[in-house]
Each structure stands twice: as structure tokens, then as C-alpha cells.
């Protein structure tokens, strides 16, 4: 069993995070290279100052009509979002491995906070799960991959709970919370979990389309 923990932290971690950032990288490249190809007016009415309003906007919670109109799914996709992200990066453990490998460390969140972030995540989970299987419109358009998606996410914080936790076998949660994390990573560039990559650039186009060349809000 350690010596499987060392695979899974050692050579497979290193893999899933080439995969990570070579796929993204990829992805990035293809978006413009097709843009340039296909679409290249684009470019000519792209706008910095269109396209930051419009992501800042977009990034202020209830900042748009539709999140006005969607109170409860505002708060818990906000909540969600900023967990997600913010957890996995400020954990202490995590920034001790760091430590251990790259003698780079910062500031950590502390231990009860990162377990109630952590609870929020699986939480929101719950949630977008819920509304997919009882909402009519989000069920129609649901696909059996979203809930795999679903699961990808949450698995690294349920494992990474119950093994800070100690629950059932910690060793074996230990390495089924490395391995959920890397097949997290590795699944970004290629799934819908891409559009943590692709949204600012969405977001930036629509921005300056819409406040440069209709010069309305697209809020």
C-alpha cells in the first residue's frame, strides 16, 4: 500500500499535471488558431476595456439580471466556485508537499475554515445534482457525462475529508483522494471542466461585442 501511495504522489502526479498543462495550453492554441482561421473579424472589435467590464461584471455576485432572478443559484454557485478553487490552493497539507518538493510555501487557511470550505464544495455538488435530476429544463439537457463530471469534482474533497478525518482506512483514502485529484486535473482540458480555461475568453468576446458593436450591457 506505501508503495502504491508513492506511485500515485510520485510519477502519476507528475503525469496528470503534463496532462493538465499541455492539454490546456493546447486547447488555449487551438481556440485562437480556429478564431483566426474561421472568424477572424473577432479580433477586430476585441476590447480590453469591453471585455473586463464585462468578466468583472460577471464575477460580482448578482451583478447580472439572471443571478437577480436566480438568488439561490447565485450564492451556492458563487460559494461553490470561490471553495473550489481556494481550498485545494490554501490546504496545508498541500502547501507542505510543496514545501517538501519545491521549498515554496504560503500562507494556509485554517484547518476548521478549509473543513467548512471543503463541506461547501461537496455540498454544491449535492445541489447541482439535485437540480439535474428534478428540474425539468436542467434534466432535459443533461447528459450521463455531466454526472461523471460531478463526481470527478467532488471525489478529491469527499476522499480528502474522510481521510483528514480518519474515516475508514486512511492510507487507502490517502491514495483514492491523490488519485481523484489527478484525474480531476487531467480531465480539465478535456471535458465540459474546460470552460474554467475557456470562460474569460468567452466572456471577454461577448463583453466587447456586445458594449463595442451593439453598445448595450450584456447583463
Known amino acids: 500500500m ?19 498543462i ?30 473586463l467590464r464585462s468578466i468583472g461584471r460577471w464575477l460580482t455576485p448578482f451583478g447580472t439580471g439572471n443571478m437577480k432572478e436566480n438568488p439561490v443559484m447565485t450564492v451556492v454557485t458563487f460559494a461553490f466556485h470561490l471553495c473550489l478553487f481556494i ?50 429544463t436542467v434534466k432535459y439537457l443533461t447528459s450521463p457525462s455531466d454526472f461523471g463530471l460531478l463526481a470527478i469534482v467532488a471525489a478529491p474533497f469527499i476522499t480528502g475529508f474522510l481521510a483528514y478525518h480518519q474515516v475508514f482506512d486512511y492510507q487507502l483514502m490517502m491514495i483514492l483522494h491523490v488519485v481523484s485529484g489527478e484525474l480531476m ?19 471577454a468576446y461577448i463583453g466587447s461585442e456586445f458594449g463595442g458593436v451593439r453598445h448595450v450591457k450584456d447583463w
Open 185 to 203: 486535473l487531467v480531465a480539465i482540458p478535456f471535458t465540459r471542466l474546460s470552460h474554467m480555461i475557456y470562460s474569460a475568453f468567452t466572456r
Open 2 to 20: 506505501h508503495s502504491l501511495y508513492n506511485f500515485v504522489s510520485g510519477p502519476l502526479a507528475w503525469i496528470a499535471f503534463l496532462v493538465f
Open 22 to 51: 499541455g492539454g490546456s495550453l493546447y486547447k488555449v492554441y487551438t481556440l485562437i488558431t480556429l478564431t483566426y482561421q474561421k472568424e477572424s473579424f473577432i479580433f477586430t472589435y476585441m476590447s480590453f476595456k469591453y471585455g
Open 87 to 136: 481550498t485545494p490552493i490554501f490546504l496545508l497539507a498541500h502547501i507542505i508537499l510543496w514545501d517538501e518538493s519545491f521549498n515554496i510555501s504560503w500562507w494556509s487557511l485554517p484547518e476548521q475554515i478549509a473543513d467548512i470550505f471543503t463541506l461547501v464544495v461537496i455540498a454544491g455538488c449535492v445541489y447541482f445534482l439535485y437540480r439535474r435530476l428534478t428540474i425539468p
